[in-house]
């Protein structure tokens, strides 16, 4: 029986569904249109590939239609007291903030903290290895950071990172597939 959509589980198989899409439908958006890159690639290659935004933009709207009554946002924006303490405590930990802190897709309710209930950081070949965290670039460290913060002081339900991952064979760097990474409070990493 698959879970209810707004508990964690439910937003988890929501996010898991809107990924497997945008690769099955839009999976040009991760083309470069050259060799493909075996090594870490995380930082958006103006020019070869769609950027992450656009990427996160299509998530999000396969999410929409799931989520009734909720706000689906990108690259969100808005301040508060608690926003503003995320990117203290980021600071704190030593996480060098080139900017404002804006989670990469939320689904919450606009207006208040109390229905937070997933915000999603998302990268392309994050890692350099298998699954093991260990292989992960300094960029997506950050967004693990930013996303045990986002967990433990707004409270969102869900906390997840989403790693595209191409395929080295294409010449194409297409995606065979994406990893989703639950993460809490503490900064905690789990396969999802």
């Known amino acids: 029986m698959r879970a209810s959509p707004l508990t964690s589980d439910g937003l988890l198989d929501l996010l898991k569904h809107a990924a497997q899409e945008t690769v099955a439908v839009d999976g040009e958006l991760f083309s ?3 060799a493909a890159v075996r090594d870490h690639t995380c930082n958006n290659d103006a020019g070869h590939r769609a950027s992450e935004r656009s990427i996160v933009f299509h998530l999000a709207r396969r999410l929409v239609p799931h989520v009734s009554g ?37 689904v919450h309710r606009r207006g208040t903290d109390k229905d937070n209930l997933l915000v999603v950081e998302c990268k392309i070949n994050a890692r350099t290895d298998g699954g093991d965290p260990v292989g992960w670039c300094g960029c997506a460290e950050k967004e693990i950071a930013k996303l ?5 002081d707004l409270a969102y339900q869900a906390a997840v990172f989403l790693n595209f991952r191409p395929d080295s064979r294409s010449k194409h760097s297409a995606p065979v597939g994406f990893e989703l990474f639950m993460v809490d409070g503490n900064g905690r990493v789990e396969v999802a």
């Open 32 to 34: 470069t249109g050259r």
């Open 148 to 152: 045990a913060a986002y967990r433990e």
């Open 70 to 106: 909720m706000s689906v946002d990108v690259e969100y924006n808005r301040r508060g007291p608690k926003r503003d303490a995320v990117e203290k405590k980021l600071k704190s930990y030593n996480v060098d903030l080139e900017n404002r802190v804006f989670p990469d897709l939320i």
